[in-house]
């Protein structure tokens, strides 16, 4: 018999043939069986099996052992003293903690109806007694394995639920953050988006603003010129296509903006825009070229009597005055027009006609319109040509000075010279002053030719200073342009020169026009009167042939009248200058100034004008305008 009672609560033996290796392989056997023989035979044959084995002696002792620790199969005999097999097995099977545990009933009864009772009470076996320890420990065996199998089968159902929760939960995660993160890209799309949008609509204004004007929101001249490009491209291919340009210019526009001031021009120039677009058709636009300059382009059109038409209609309703705050304003306009019928190969020649065939019509007389023909394109190109050879010339130094002489009409004696300047052009032979002059001024060369000019004639008058005596008392008159009046340092530059050729100031007397005076600002004025300060003269040329400007002649320090030659010539023709003439003297005298006729050229009229008390004449009765070798000899013989 086998002392159990003295063994550990549990043999830690390892079963023989367990299963396969797991962590938690259960083999804890406990056996409740009241007879110590079974309990003997039973521990025995496990403990050697190497399975874990308690025992308990009655149904109490067995729950107050599972409630200890649970054992993984539990033996329980049916017929015990106390609480039977049975109910203990109910009992067990009604906790939940231990429903589970596989319980083998051992009984000596072989009845079928208890089998069932306790198969209903939950048990998984039946070992029948005396105990054949084979089937035992198979059936041991067997359920320990099956419990194992449904433990870990439980567990695994347990871990897969769980990890499905997990995955569940993971979703959740990953959808939550996806439905974030769509939203953030979302809003990062729309942002993006609107920042395109921006720089798109700011990408336009800027195209916008460099095609266009910003006063009138007209198409500029960047515009009209890349249109004219690709008008000219595609007539070439298509010559029936063709164009037209109406070149306006606002006539008066430079006083109004001048005497207004640039704020109500600028409204004018609005209210232009506004009016001329009323005139157009719709395959017109309406450029600004700038300042008061504004150029319809007509495309496509039959013919040039299209663009007339629409200068016509122009012309007509430009002249409705403009109602500018408490102003009533009148302007007009002078039209130049030109077409695709002069097959240009420039947008710049397109532009540079329709300019001269406007130029056209403000010498016209204004308020009218000039289709370009090709003797105005002749004449543009010669200008031009002259242009460049004025430049070419003065690099070249082609011009002389020439002079006439200036004489005292009642002694005869000379008085002084006024230095005319010539032009000995290499292939046009000598150029006269009044072809080229007009073209100086209007591109500036004037300040170079005007500034030789001064040094030449002061120079000459140095040299015959120095060849003789006679010439000490010489006047030198030098014509001076309007523009050279604006220059800023003439007055230093003529006193330089004087100065370097040791002339005073009194021997010179510079010639201006009459208008020059007329529209003299205060700047200018100023100029005049520094250099008479140095001592100069100041003579009005050509008196009497611009708005007369009497009344305003005391402001001016002018100390001659020159008579225009007009007078003189219409002296000759009938005598009805001679009042006029006599006028002129008279007011000369009557302001402390002294007078000279030029264009004198018959003894009658020198005649006359000394009877009119006239100082001075100029003019090919006593000479032309003479070289300065020829020059040098009439000193010497006078
Ligand atoms: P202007 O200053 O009135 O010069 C007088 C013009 O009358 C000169 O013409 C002269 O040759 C011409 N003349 C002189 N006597 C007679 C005459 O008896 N009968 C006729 N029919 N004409 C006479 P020119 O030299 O051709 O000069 C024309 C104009 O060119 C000048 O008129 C002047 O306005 C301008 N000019 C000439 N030289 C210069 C210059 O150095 N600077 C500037 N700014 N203008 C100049
Ligand atoms: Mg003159
Ligand atoms: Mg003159």
Redesign the pocket.
């Known amino acids: 018999m086998c002392s159990f009672p003295n063994l550990p609560e549990y043999c830690q033996i390892s079963p023989e043939n367990s299963m396969e290796s797991s962590p938690k392989q259960r083999n804890s056997i406990l056996i409740v069986e009241d007879n110590p023989n079974n309990i003997g035979v039973l521990f025995n044959l496990l403990i050697e099996k190497g399975f874990q084995v308690r025992v308990a002696r009655d149904g109490e002792s067995c729950l107050d052992k599972v409630n200890y620790d649970a054992p993984d199969l539990i033996l329980l005999d049916v017929m015990m003293p106390g609480m039977d097999g049975f109910e203990t097995c109910a009992r067990l099977k009604a906790n939940p903690t231990w429903a589970e545990i596989p319980v083998i009933f051992m009984t000596a009864l072989s009845e079928t109806v208890d089998k069932l009772r306790g198969l209903q009470l939950g048990a998984v076996d039946y070992i029948t007694k005396p105990f054949e320890q084979q089937e035992i420990l198979a059936r041991v065996q067997l359920h320990l394995q099956l419990y194992n199998l449904t433990q870990r089968l439980k567990k695994e159902i347990g871990d897969r639920k769980a990890a499905q929760t997990a995955l569940k939960q993971l979703n959740q995660d990953l959808e939550q953050r996806i439905t974030e993160r769509t939203t953030t890209l979302e809003k990062t799309v729309l942002d993006l988006q609107n920042a395109h949008r921006a720089l798109l609509a700011r990408e336009q204004q800027l195209q916008h603003n460099a095609l266009h004007d910003s006063l009138t929101g007209l198409p500029n001249r960047t515009w009209l010129l890349t249109r004219l490009s690709q008008l000219i491209k595609t007539t070439q291919h298509h010559p029936q296509h063709c164009y037209a340009i109406l070149f306006i210019d606002l006539d008066r526009f430079k006083v109004l903006n001048d005497s207004l001031g640039h704020l109500v021009g600028d409204e004018l120039l609005k209210q232009v825009a506004q009016r001329l677009q009323t005139c157009l058709p719709d395959n017109a636009t309406l450029v600004r070229w700038g300042g008061d300059e504004f150029i319809v382009l007509l495309e496509p059109i039959d013919s040039e009597e299209d663009a007339i038409a629409i200068a016509a209609t122009i012309l007509d309703r430009i002249t409705i005055p403009f109602q500018l705050r408490s102003y009533q304003i009148h302007t007009g306009a002078s039209i130049g027009i030109t077409s695709s019928i002069h097959r240009y190969q420039q947008p710049q020649a397109v532009l540079r006609d329709a300019d001269v065939a406007m130029y056209h019509a403000k010498h016209a007389g204004r308020g009218c319109y000039v289709v370009l023909t090709p003797e105005m394109q002749r004449l543009a190109l010669s200008r031009l040509q002259l242009e460049n050879e004025l430049r070419e010339g003065l690099a070249r130094q082609e011009f002389v000075l020439h002079y ?1 002489p200036i004489v005292s009409l009642s002694t005869g004696k000379l008085y002084g010279f ?4 010539r032009w000995y052009h290499p292939k046009r032979g000598l150029v ?3 072809k080229f ?1 007009p073209i100086a001024e209007e591109t500036g060369l ?1 300040h170079d030719l ?1 500034e030789w ?1 001064l040094q030449e004639a002061i120079q000459q008058l140095q040299q015959w200073h120095r060849q003789s005596p006679q010439s000490q008392g010489l006047m030198m008159s ?4 309007p523009l050279q009046l604006m220059q800023e340092n003439l007055v230093e530059k003529i006193e330089f020169l004087l100065r370097k050729a040791q002339i005073k100031g009194e021997q010179i007397k510079l ?1 201006v026009t009459e208008s020059c005076l007329l529209e003299a600002r205060s700047s200018e004025t100023q100029v005049l009167e520094r250099i008479k300060a140095l001592g100069m003269q100041i003579c009005i ?2 008196f009497g042939t611009g708005y007369s400007a009497f009344s305003r002649l005391h402001e001016f320090p002018v100390d001659t009248l020159k008579i225009d ?1 007009s007078f003189i010539r219409r002296l000759r023709q009938d005598q009805r200058s001679g009042p006029t003439i006599q006028t002129i003297i008279t007011l000369a005298h009557g302001l402390q100034m002294d007078a000279i006729a ?4 018959t003894p009658e009229e020198r005649q006359k004008l000394q009877d009119m008390g006239c100082e001075w004449g ?3 009765l006593f000479a ?2 003479l070289d300065s070798s020829q020059a040098s000899e009439w000193i010497f013989n006078d």
Do not use: F, M, W
């Open positions: 006439q006024e230095a005319l300047i006269s002053p009044i002059i004037i005007g000019v030098i014509n001076l342009s010639e040329d050509d030659k030029e264009g004198i050229e100029q003019g090919y032309t305008p």
